[in-house]
């Protein structure tokens, strides 16, 4: 995580808070008890609540204060089920996990062909917020599940000015969860205050001409987006909204059409936990996404999407108990889309 370690500096600056429009009223998923799903659940709770390995993220001062026990899971079928365990109560930084629900509103926006075109697909195999990746390929093949393709990606969403482009960001999250997100303020001053790495990242784009608008704009947006607060359910259900076609299985809102979802899960496949993506892949066949705030999502198609909360990342930045707990209950659930029976 060395280059996660990036000096901080205090650069004061106004902040301002766009909500967006009014929100339908959120109907909640009923929670599910009994049978192999909640077994499941119950099952991996207990087997990782104590271990204590991995530290929060502390590059953004605030990661660093939340409290390292909590552990939250919340697996949520296309029935719109919730099975859960743990602090599901606590809402945290969504983070990176952001960015799978930005590059789907660009798919809808704009299409496939602008992101695989404009962004790239391929995954860069470096940490999530390298420099060396945009030198490596000169601001191409920027996947947009790491920092440089990221902000580009945001800096892709189409609105009549930033405010409009905000309320379309944030509206997405509101939708792939079911109910109206909002920002979590201290988060988004801590991570403004010391983001100047993705502030030059932005800057590299912008000089080899790969970055589609002003890239203090995108930079703002993207860190407000990262600061999204959500707590494990909300994540379940933006997972089996994936894993449902799109469509949000407790609302029945169809956030985003079918025809993406394959695509939107590909590339988490390729990057979804960073350079640990293969790794992760290989154990468990599940697209995923993680957030260095501790969250973590993964969807097995049709089957279920599960998200989790657990602050302490490993190495590479990914949730420790989450990545756990998710690889142990797919397995339990046959949750592998790529395994098959011979007739
Ligand atoms: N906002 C964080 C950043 O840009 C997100 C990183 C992450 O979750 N991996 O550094």
Not at 54 to 80: C, E, H, M, R, W
Request: with cysteine; hydrophobic share 40%; glycine share 10%.
């Amino acid at each position: 995580m060395s280059q996660l370690n990036t000096s901080r500096r205090e650069f004061a600056r106004g902040l301002t808070f766009l909500g967006a429009a009014a929100w339908a009223a959120p109907v909640l998923a009923q929670p599910g008890a009994g049978g192999p799903i909640d077994a499941a659940v119950k099952a991996a709770y207990e087997k990782f609540k104590d271990l204590n390995e991995g530290k929060n993220a502390d590059y953004i001062p605030a990661l660093a204060k939340v409290p390292s026990n909590y552990f939250g899971i919340a697996v949520v079928t296309p029935q719109g089920k919730a099975y859960t365990a743990g602090d599901i109560a606590p809402t945290f930084s969504i983070q990176s996990i952001s960015k799978v629900f930005t590059m789907a509103l660009v798919f809808q926006q704009s299409g496939e062909d602008t992101v695989e075109d404009a962004v790239g697909v391929d995954a860069t195999g470096q940490v999530f917020n390298s420099i060396v990746a945009i030198e490596q390929f000169r601001g191409k093949e920027m996947n947009p599940l790491v920092n440089p393709g990221a902000i580009a990606t945001t800096g892709t969403v189409k609105g009549a000015n930033a405010d409009d482009i905000w309320a379309k960001i944030l509206g997405i999250h509101s939708d792939f969860a079911g109910r109206q997100l909002s920002v979590n303020q201290e988060v988004y001053k801590s991570e403004s205050d010391t983001n100047q790495r993705n502030r030059a990242i932005s800057m590299l784009m912008s000089a080899y001409e790969r970055f589609p608008t002003d890239p203090a704009q995108a930079v703002d947006l993207y860190t407000r987006q990262c600061s999204i607060a959500v707590d494990a359910k909300d994540l379940g259900v933006m997972a089996a909204t994936l894993a449902n076609g799109g469509k949000n299985p407790v609302t029945g809102k169809q956030v985003v059409e079918s025809r993406h979802v394959p695509r939107i899960l590909a590339v988490m496949a390729t990057a979804g936990l960073y350079d640990d993506s293969g790794k992760w892949l290989f154990h468990t066949g599940l697209p995923g996404k993680s957030g260095v705030g501790g969250g973590l999502i993964a969807v097995s198609p049709g089957k279920f999407g599960i998200g989790t909360f657990s602050p302490p990342l490993d190495a590479a930045g990914n949730s420790l108990r989450g990545q756990r707990a998710i690889a142990a209950i797919s397995d339990a659930l046959g949750g592998n889309p790529y395994a098959s029976k011979p007739l």
